[in-house]
């Protein structure tokens, strides 16, 4: 497939999505198949969530919920903030991320750097430092519904926006198809909000039913594959022991659970081998496909996201030398 090459832009939002699929043929060297990577990192926020910030941003203002010098207020672990700062700085609106104090330093201070207001809500009582709880989470959304009444500002709402599995559907999934000529056998998530894997795993699904699509989790907030929460995990951004409204589970074959260290290797692994540097999500959708590869999935295409740039994880041990 030719590279898309793009003119002039009107402002970084445009910059937004074509991301590239890279083979990691050092990392599966010597496995039967392969793992097709698509490089969400390298959006201008660092991630795959810029693609729901433009999307959710363009349908509030298609409804016409926004005007010149709008207050956004979103719940965000950093990743769908960010994507919101960038897109906000350049539509001329003000945008306000409520967070729990456990997420990494990076992220706060990008925000805020991007002009975000960065409102940080304390973890609960029995929540470890740096770990998000299920708790941790009430909280936040607890200020944030606070925010909007006090403030009359518009919520995106990604975790119920129709707009994030959208933007996954018509941009994600159909890159990923194109880039791959079709040839795909298995799709690999984990799932934060849910949008990713629901977007995609239609987009596939509507090309070709036999693909088979996975949700990745936490070993410790095995929600949808044990229904079990044992306790915080450090893999960023997703394992939220929640249900989640954008997906529909008839999609999906199994639920791989993937635990904090192995998640951890994986991504220090990828940044080794295929100079790939992202984060602890990443590290767990490719340890997922690994395991699929040395199993049921043997021989097989398999596809996964690299959710977002390991720049945001250098204060965490993640990568610790």
């Known amino acids: 497939m030719e590279t898309v090459v793009q003119g002039v832009l009107s402002g970084a939002d445009q910059a937004i999505g074509h991301t590239p699929l890279i083979d990691l043929q050092r990392l599966c060297a010597e496995m039967e198949g392969s793992i097709l990577a698509k490089c969400e990192f390298m959006n201008p926020g660092g991630s795959k969530k810029d693609r729901i910030a433009k999307q959710m941003l363009d ?9 010149p010098g709008s207050t956004i207020v979103e719940v965000t672990s950093g990743n769908t903030g960010c994507g919101l700062a960038i897109v906000c700085a350049v539509r001329g609106y003000k945008f306000v991320s409520v967070m729990s104090k456990a997420n990494t330093i990076e992220r706060i201070r990008m925000m ?36 909007v009444e006090q403030h009359g500002a518009v919520r995106v709402d990604q975790f119920h926006s129709e707009s994030n599995k959208m933007a996954h559907y018509t941009g994600t999934g159909r890159e990923i198809w194109e880039q791959a000529d ?74 791989i659970a993937i635990d904090d260290e192995t998640a951890t290797n994986m991504a220090r692994k990828l940044a080794a081998r295929e100079g790939l540097f992202v984060g602890t999500s990443s590290g767990a959708n490719v340890a997922a496909a690994v395991q699929l590869l040395a199993d049921r999935e043997r021989g097989s295409r398999i596809v996964v996201v690299l959710t977002d740039t390991g720049l945001k994880y250098l204060s965490t041990p993640l990568f610790e030398v």
């Open 59 to 67: 349908a509030a203002q298609a409804r016409g919920l926004l005007s």
């Open 112 to 147: 805020r750097i991007l002009g975000a207001e960065v409102v940080l809500v304390d973890q609960a009582p029995d929540s470890p430092p740096g770990k998000v709880s299920p708790q941790d989470l009430i909280l936040v959304e607890e200020e944030a519904t606070r925010y």
């Open 182 to 255: 079709g040839e795909i056998d298995a799709f690999v998530e984990f799932v934060g909000t849910g949008g990713t894997f629901a977007g995609v795993s239609e987009a596939f699904k509507e090309r070709n039913p036999e693909i088979r699509c996975y949700i990745v989790e936490p070993t410790s907030a095995s929600h949808f594959g044990c229904r079990e929460y044992l306790g915080p995990h450090r893999i960023a951004g997703g394992g939220y022991a929640r249900d989640l409204d954008l997906i529909d589970h008839s999609l999906v074959a199994d639920y």
